[in-house]
Every structure is written in structure tokens, then in C-alpha cells.
């Protein structure tokens, strides 16, 4: 599966983006879709999961109460919703994808960058 990240921008703290993560190919044997982030000099981190057959979600302690990640299956698209952005989530941000039967994030988006500073 193919994966095509969009929506990054600079915004001012407390501001909201919604990033979206458009993915093609098969994409039938998607078990889970995800978005990562990672910030300058820091290691890359989940940030939430979503299983993409039944719509199960998690997030990382930072984000929780913040973000909210979504899919359509019709448009084989994964939303990520952040709000109340703070200077700490400025980073890139992936999409990733998992396929059924495997423990590893095997599909990657191209990153987009989220800066958030006044």
C-alpha cells in the first residue's frame, strides 16, 4: 500500500490542523493505519492507531484529549484532528500502515512537517 501524507502547516499554540493520510493499493489486508511523529534530535513516536477494520483506536499519553484519528474505508483515507496544538508536538508527522498477520509498520508515508511556535 501506498501512502501520501498532507494537510502540515506553522501555527500558533492552542491553534487546531487536521492532517490526512490518503492511502492506495491493495488495501484490503490493512490491519491498522497509524501516525507517528518525530521532533528534531528526538526518536520517532506513535502517536495513535486505528484498526481499520473495526475502527479501534489508541493514542499516546501526550496526545490523548487532544488528537483524534479517524479513517474512511470508502475513501481509504486517515485523519489525524490535533487541537489545542502546543510548542512539543512540532515535528514531522507520518502515516504509517500494517498489514494482517504482520507486527511491523511496513508502509510509510512521506512525512509532514507540523510547526507550532508564536
Known amino acids: 500500500v501506498q501512502l501520501q501524507a498532507s494537510g502540515g502547516g506553522l501555527l500558533q499554540p492552542g491553534g487546531s490542523l487536521r492532517l490526512s493520510c490518503t492511502a492506495s493499493?491493495?488495501?484490503?489486508?490493512?490491519?491498522?493505519m497509524g501516525w507517528f511523529r518525530q521532533a528534531p534530535g528526538k526518536e520517532r513516536e506513535v502517536v495513535a492507531t486505528?484498526?481499520?477494520?473495526?475502527?479501534?483506536?489508541s493514542y499516546s499519553d501526550s496526545v490523548k484529549g487532544r488528537f483524534a484519528i479517524s479513517r474512511d474505508n470508502t475513501k481509504n483515507t486517515v485523519d489525524l484532528q490535533m487541537n489545542s496544538l502546543k510548542p512539543e508536538d512540532t515535528a514531522v508527522y507520518y502515516c504509517?500502515?500494517?498489514?494482517?498477520?504482520?507486527?511491523?509498520?511496513?508502509?510509510w508515508g512521506q512525512g509532514t512537517l507540523v510547526t507550532v511556535s508564536s
Open positions: 504509517a500502515a500494517q498489514r494482517m498477520f504482520s507486527n511491523t509498520w511496513g508502509s
Open positions: 493499493g491493495r488495501t484490503s489486508n490493512t490491519y491498522r
Open positions: 486505528i484498526r481499520w477494520s473495526a475502527g479501534s483506536t
